[in-house]
């Protein structure tokens, strides 16, 4: 197992919170304030959750006066896309042999082989 690092993506992303505000910041920009609203919790708990997405570089922060601007920064997120793809080959051999199996079971109600291939796209 590697070790964890305080910029890690995986941390990053780990709090259900955090991946919240990753998806709040795909429509455009927001105000801290703009990305605190939705949790119910204290300004200071949010400010915590934008640092380590910062710390991850998952999110620019930029000054506007008085307010921080974050903005999404989805480069890091290759890393998790590339070890979620791992498991692509893992998952394709389980819906086959589910395939199979089901074909067995239910002879009279196959797929058409142009069905079964869109299901994997």
């Known amino acids: 197992m ?3 690092q305080q910029n890690d993506v995986f941390h990053a992303i780990a ?5 919240t505000i990753l998806i ?6 927001k105000r801290a304030s703009e990305l605190a609203e939705p949790f119910g919790v204290s300004f200071s708990a949010v400010s ?3 640092k380590i997405l ?7 922060e930029r000054r506007e006066g008085r307010n921080r601007v974050y903005q999404l920064h989805p480069d890091q997120l290759q890393e998790v ?6 498991f692509r080959a893992f ?10 199996h089901l074909d067995r ?5 196959k797929l058409p082989a142009s069905k079964k291939k869109k299901r994997r796209n």
């Open 15 to 19: 709090h259900p919170a955090r991946r």
């Open 91 to 100: 998952w394709n051999a389980r819906l086959d042999a589910l395939e199979q």
């Open 81 to 86: 896309w590339a070890w979620a793809d791992e």
């Open 54 to 60: 910062k710390e991850a570089a998952l999110v620019d």
């Open 24 to 29: 709040l910041l795909r429509t455009g920009e």
């Open 105 to 109: 079971k239910y002879p009279e109600k």
């Open 2 to 4: 590697r070790p964890l």
């Open 48 to 50: 915590q959750h934008l």
